[in-house]
């Protein structure tokens, strides 16, 4: 297993909080995902709220304005502007913000372009970065909308709007 966070104390991460990210880690293995797994937007939240792992919020800056976001995540965007264009500096801004040691969830609208940013980091040599599942507002529904059968609001987790 690699180390945890090193903000944390050997033997400090919880039990369940240890098994949910060891089944991630397997999921992961088993799918050949290039970083460490995805966590649900729930499990996330568990894991920030132990002080076990940091919160980045990589959709632009755009979306974390008008549509909300999480308290206390930090921001380092994959992409930019209202094209989404790829933020080349992605790796070195999410350096500047995380350890390359640490346990980073990267959370965007869907967990689509998350994924990609946590293969981005892990191949930069982030080894603890998960990506939340469902992202900030879900996938879109029958009807083309968001946020009514899965994502970060619609499982009631904190966030606001500017």
């Known amino acids: 297993m690699p180390a945890l966070a090193p903000e944390l104390e050997p033997g400090s991460l919880l039990a369940e909080h240890q098994a949910l990210l060891e089944a991630a880690r397997a999921s992961a293995r088993a799918a050949g995902l290039p970083y460490a797994g995805g966590v649900t937007p729930p499990q996330a939240w568990a894991l920030v709220q132990a002080g076990a792992a940091q ?7 755009e979306e974390r304005k008008f549509v ?3 308290p206390g995540s930090q921001h380092v965007a994959w992409a930019t502007g209202t094209a989404l264009t790829r933020n080349p500096r992605f790796v070195r801004e999410l350096e500047a913000k995380v350890d390359k040691t640490a346990l980073v969830l990267l959370l965007c609208r869907s967990g689509k372009r998350s994924a990609l940013a946590a293969e981005a980091a892990a191949k930069a040599g982030f080894t603890q970065v998960f990506n939340v599942l469902e992202g900030f ?10 946020g009514h059968a899965d994502g970060w609001r619609f499982h009631g987790l904190p966030w606001q709007q500017d």
């Open 55 to 61: 919160l980045v919020d990589v959709r632009s800056g």
């Open 68 to 70: 909300g976001h999480v």
């Open 137 to 146: 507002e879900g996938e879109l529904d029958a009807r083309q909308q968001r």
